[in-house]
């Protein structure tokens, strides 16, 4: 849900409230968050189409 949600109002698809800001700092600053981000991140730079788009 949180990732959906940041891309949105990246996109600026959803709008930037006070609320939706606090609510995905907290989901973004979990542990199992960063974790999961780190395995994404791993996985991403071996496929070889995605590995020049992200820096380590």
């Known amino acids: 849900m949180a990732g959906n949600m940041a891309y949105a109002m990246k996109r600026k698809w ?3 409230k006070p609320a939706s800001r606090d609510y995905l700092a907290r989901t973004t600053e979990r542990l199992a968050a960063k974790r999961a981000d780190e ?3 791993t996985m991403a ?3 070889q189409v995605f590995g020049g788009m992200f820096k380590k």
Do not use: A, F, S
């Open 14 to 16: 959803l709008p930037e």
């Open 45 to 47: 730079l071996k496929v």
């Open 39 to 41: 395995k994404d991140m």
